[in-house]
């Protein structure tokens, strides 16, 4: 059975651009959650996506949004790049939203 | 608040070494404890769980017992080996109403030398 997948691996944008990251999720799980890993301020959930709709949501301003589609995968936008953005961005999916599988993470750098 | 708190390390220890990793928690409610690792340059994945008081997860030798009375995780192996030199999360998610919602402690290096 294939892993959680995340795409792009790497990424370098400047400030004031906006990216899009993608995750698939392991085949029939329905639950996708983000979370950023930054060495400061460790593992912070972003937001969590359940047949289309957003269950759960950290707390992180409003520049930081995702939708889910009706196969289950997720994309997560991040716009108006800030230097604080730079971390690996980590997709994790789960049947129900509990015991959760990670993928290996889009690392993001904003320069 | 609900929060997670781990030994700091790093951690180093010799091969065939016993290990302790500790972690409490604090919630409100009942959570479910999940220990993560994360090797180099990779995503998080999920070591064990427990779920409920005195559960006892396991996996690849590693342990850990839900500790209600005394809000611990504790993560240990009786004999660790130089692949298991890593980084391993604690972590707790709150029922129902907070899927997807992990909440992590910051961490613990652990570093085996041959």
């Known amino acids: 059975k294939a892993g959680v997948t995340q795409t792009p691996r790497y990424l370098i944008k400047t400030r004031g651009q906006q990216v899009t990251l993608s995750c698939s999720p392991i085949s029939g799980h329905r639950s996708v959650s983000w979370y950023q890993q930054t060495p400061g301020q460790g593992l912070q959930f972003l937001f969590e996506?359940?047949?289309?709709?957003?269950?759960n949501k950290g707390n992180f301003p409003g520049r930081f949004s995702g939708r889910q589609f009706s196969n289950s995968r997720s994309e997560m936008n991040v716009s108006t790049l800030e230097l604080g953005d730079s971390a690996l961005y980590l997709c994790?999916?789960?049947?129900?939203?509990?015991?959760?599988?990670f993928g290996s993470g889009t690392q993001l750098s904003v320069l | 608040g609900n929060s997670v708190t781990q030994m700091e390390g790093p951690v180093t220890l010799s091969e065939e070494a016993f290990l302790t990793i500790n972690c409490t928690y604090t919630?409100?409610?009942?959570?479910?404890l999940f220990w993560y690792v994360q090797y180099p340059g990779e995503g998080l994945q999920l070591l064990l769980k427990?779920?409920?008081?005195?559960d006892k997860g396991s996996n690849k030798g590693f342990e850990a017992t839900y500790r209600k009375e005394t809000t611990s995780f504790h993560l240990e192996k009786g004999s660790v080996q130089v692949s298991d030199s890593a980084v391993y999360f604690c972590?707790?998610?709150?029922?129902?109403?907070?899927?997807?919602?992990?909440?992590f402690g910051q961490g613990t290096t652990l570093q085996v030398k041959p």
């Open positions: 919630a409100t409610g009942y959570p479910s």
């Open positions: 972590a707790l998610i709150l029922g129902s109403s907070n899927t997807g919602k992990l909440i």
């Open positions: 427990a779920t409920k008081a005195d």
């Open positions: 996506y359940f047949s289309e709709t957003q269950r």
């Open positions: 994790a999916s789960s049947w129900s939203g509990e015991k959760l599988f």
